[in-house]
């Protein structure tokens, strides 16, 4: 599986974002997609996962309310909207498949088998 994600940019405190991680090659129902993000100088931290077999999520409490994963099987494509984006929010945002619905956390990345190139989301205060 590869996966490519897309949407990052500069964007106002308060603003919004949409963030795309389209995967080629067939995405399991046993699969779990996940963003996770590294901001300058701090550690890979979660942000949010969902379970392709029933659309299950589960987010990281900073950006609960704020942030919407979504997933569209016919595009194999998996989405990350954000609003009332904040500058802490200022990281690069990584999407990640995890093979294993079953086994391991859905919340470390070291639990996951395959990941994406980063997108850059930058929110100005």
């Known amino acids: 599986v590869q996966l490519q994600a897309s949407g990052g940019g500069l964007v106002q405190a308060g603003g919004s974002l949409r963030l795309s991680c389209a995967a080629s090659g067939r995405i399991f129902s046993n699969y779990v997609m996940g963003w996770f993000r590294q901001a300058p100088g701090k550690e890979r931290e979660f942000v949010a996962a969902i379970t392709w077999r029933n659309s299950r999520t589960y987010y990281a409490d900073s950006v609960k309310g704020r942030f919407t994963i979504s997933r569209d099987s016919a595009k194999n494509t998996v989405y990350l909207q954000m609003n009332s984006l904040k500058p802490e929010d200022t990281a690069v945002y990584y999407c990640?498949?995890?093979?294993?619905?079953?086994?391991?956390?859905?919340?470390?990345?070291?639990?996951?088998?395959?990941w994406g190139q980063g997108t850059l989301v930058t929110v100005s205060s």
């Open positions: 990640a498949a995890k093979t294993n619905l079953y086994s391991g956390s859905y919340y470390q990345g070291g639990e996951y088998d395959y």
